[in-house]
């Protein structure tokens, strides 16, 4: 059965879960944490997410973010795909991290503040502690001017009461607590998969969805070959060959990307239908990530191949 497509749009909030892989732990120390925090810290900074809550946990973790230049499966793939490979450095293992496709909800900003909510209260639910902002790696703390993630959008939230910054403070955190006796949720109902609210604060998600299906399905690999070819004046033959003549070097990095990062295709596909080895095309995707970080050109070269992209 193919997998379902995915519900993201820029500019609206998510909400992110995330659970380790059998056997596996997301974080085994401090520094591990510290690390994923850091990660968030920076591609807020690259201005590819605006973050709103986070909670980390061993064995799962929620994120509520807002993606803005790049769709959010090609953040969270640079994201998690960067906390993997340290993990599998520092514990001298191989192996996915992470439990299959992370799960993500779309929703309207009137539910952001109960999806916050969810958040910050998850590990009071889990028994871990009884206050949410003495939990270290979770984004309540840092609301209350108790922790250092300065990288928040905490202004939307708070922005939501009335009063001044204290004021507002000691309003959130009555909110927050008012429910901390409440089973855990997250904060809003998936009235269909990959969109949540009530289906009143809803209906414009609904419609958006059947206005733009063709956003999330699923290019072809020949649909991007023929993209990449047309967007870069090449013949498909130059672009499937062997040469190694630089732009075209750079035309198949574009078309690894493009292909594993936005139209979530495996390096096993990819490496098959451009008849090159795995490790290749694992390299062309890890230097098309890294070109994303600081190469406006390529950035602006994936979002016009995405633009040309087509579905089977």
Not at 24 to 46: P, T
Not at 84 to 93: G, K
Not at 153 to 167: C, K, M, N, R, S
């Amino acid at each position: 059965m193919p997998r379902q497509s995915r519900v993201s749009w820029l500019n609206y909030p998510h909400l992110v879960i995330a659970e380790a892989n059998g056997g596996s732990s997301l974080f085994s120390d401090d520094s591990d944490y510290i690390f994923y925090i850091g990660l968030l810290r920076q591609l807020v900074r690259d201005r590819l997410l605006k973050v709103y809550a986070f909670c980390l946990m061993e064995q799962e973790l929620r994120l509520v973010v807002e993606p803005n230049r790049l769709r959010l499966s090609r953040v969270m793939q640079r994201l998690h795909g960067r906390h993997t490979a340290r993990m599998n450095r520092r514990l001298n293992r191989v192996g996915h991290l992470f439990r299959g496709r992370f799960r993500s909800i779309v929703f309207n900003m009137s539910d952001l503040l109960s999806v916050v909510r969810e958040v910050h209260l998850w590990p009071v639910r889990h028994g871990l502690l009884r206050r949410p902002e003495f939990y270290p790696y979770a984004s309540h703390g840092s609301y209350l001017g108790l922790g250092n993630a300065d990288f928040l959008a905490t202004a939307e939230v708070l922005g939501q009461f009335h009063g001044d910054a204290e004021t507002k403070k000691r309003a959130f955190v009555r909110f927050v607590e008012s429910s901390a006796l409440e089973p855990d949720s997250f904060g809003l109902s998936e009235i269909r998969p990959g969109i949540g609210g009530t289906a009143l604060s809803s209906d414009n998600l609904l419609k958006k969805a059947r206005i733009v299906p063709e956003m999330s399905k699923k290019p072809s690999m020949k649909g991007l070959v023929e993209g990449t070819s047309l967007l870069l004046n090449i013949t498909q033959d130059q672009l499937l060959s062997l040469s190694r003549r630089q732009d075209l070097v750079m035309a198949r990095r574009l078309l690894a990307t493009a292909a594993v990062l936005g139209a979530e295709r495996s390096i096993t596909e990819v490496a098959h239908f451009l008849q090159r080895d795995k490790a290749q095309i694992s390299r062309l995707v890890s230097q098309g990530m890294d070109l994303l970080d600081n190469n406006e050109a390529f950035v602006l070269m994936l979002e016009a191949l995405r633009a040309k992209m087509k579905p089977y």
